[in-house]
């Protein structure tokens, strides 16, 4: 905190400006701060503070030229550039958002921890304005749902068998890491294509932490007063009574590997499957799609030649994704166990 106080005073001329420019950092921080000690005990990894003036410079005053990812409903991601270290990826919350505050801030407690090679790394943040921004690593690519079924899709290389199995295991990987990296494990509470951003053509990293939550010291679950996030992927249990926990994460990874699988979007398969819009009736989506075989997988991956023993990965890979898809928590697998069956798939695909 004092390092940004020191800023203030070194750069700022006008003292009414200043003033406010204090207020407004000191209150951010303070907010900051005290959700930090109240999710890891103050422990973090060091990220760096940003002006104002130092992320209007990189991204051309937030000229609509340079952003890459416009999330309607939750915030803009813009490429930018500093001197100093090169490349960057700016995220801007929305202030029209509900809870976009909270969001943000959550975001940032949580991105601050993260030291995992499929998580996008948290440079810094910029607490001088009413709704800080997030400075993150660069990865401008597209999101995997643009890879899929986005309006982006026409444009990109297509993603092979191999390659899905490399997103699956690489998101799988990192939402492990929030059950075992932690003393407390954390809930990502939002896995969705648009959630996992291209660093390179093929190299997939998690991101966006405003909904994750730690679960507390001798506690087995967390209740939410109402249910937030993207519906289509959420757990039965979590939409019905509110609970979540780690298996939470595990049924909404299963609905990405069926996404992964066909190249549709989770409401697209449930109309195919039940004839309405009912987006929750996994047990008919499952039957719809064993019963219908390669005709509901992506006809890149049917054409798809080059996956060693490809048949009986696909099979494995239903298998697994319709076990992360049990509708009691119980007989879901860990992510953990996921993450291991994916890197093996993997492994004797390439």
């Not at 969705?192 to 990293?205: C, D, G, S, T, V």
């Not at 449930?270 to 719809?288: C, H, M, P, Q, Y």
């Amino acid at each position: 905190m004092s390092c940004w106080l020191r800023k203030f005073k070194k750069s700022s001329s006008d003292r009414k400006e200043e003033e406010t420019v204090c207020t407004t950092t000191l209150r951010n921080g303070q907010i900051f701060l005290e959700k930090l000690i109240a999710s890891f005990d103050g422990k973090r990894n060091p990220i760096r503070s940003f002006s104002s003036e130092d992320l209007k410079t990189a991204i051309n005053n937030y000229s609509m030229r340079n952003i890459t990812i416009d999330e309607i409903e939750g915030y803009i991601l813009y490429m930018g550039f500093l001197r100093d270290r090169g490349p960057i990826l700016v995220m801007k919350y929305r202030k029209s958002v509900r809870y976009a505050s909270e969001r943000c801030f959550n975001n940032i407690v949580f991105a601050s921890q993260m030291n995992h090679k499929s998580i996008l790394k948290l440079i810094g943040c910029c607490l001088e304005a009413e709704m800080p921004a997030l400075v993150y690593e660069p990865a401008g690519y597209c999101t995997l749902a643009d890879r899929l079924y986005g309006p982006l899709q026409t444009h990109l290389e297509p993603l092979l068998l191999t390659h899905r199995l490399k997103v699956a295991m690489e998101t799988a990987n990192a939402v492990a890491y929030l059950r075992f990296g932690f003393p407390q494990p954390v809930v990502f509470r939002n896995i969705e294509p648009w959630n996992i951003l291209f660093q390179e053509e093929y190299a997939a990293k998690l991101f966006d932490f405003s909904l994750s939550k730690s679960i507390p010291e001798g506690k087995t679950h967390i209740k939410a007063s109402t249910a937030i996030g993207s519906l289509e992927f959420a757990a039965p249990e979590y939409l019905t009574t509110g609970y979540y926990n780690e298996k939470t994460d595990v049924y909404s990874f299963g609905k990405l590997l069926l996404v992964l699988l066909t190249g549709r979007t989770i409401g697209h398969l449930s109309r195919l499957a039940t004839g309405g819009s009912n987006f929750f009736i996994t047990d008919r989506v499952e039957k719809f799609i064993r019963s219908n075989g390669y005709m509901n997988i992506d006809p890149v991956i049917v054409g798809d030649r080059s996956c060693f023993r490809k048949e009986e990965k696909l099979q494995a890979y239903v298998e697994l994704a319709f076990k992360c898809l049990s509708h009691s928590a119980e007989d879901r697998p860990t992510m953990i166990d996921v993450a291991k069956k994916l890197r093996q798939m993997y492994r004797t695909s390439v």
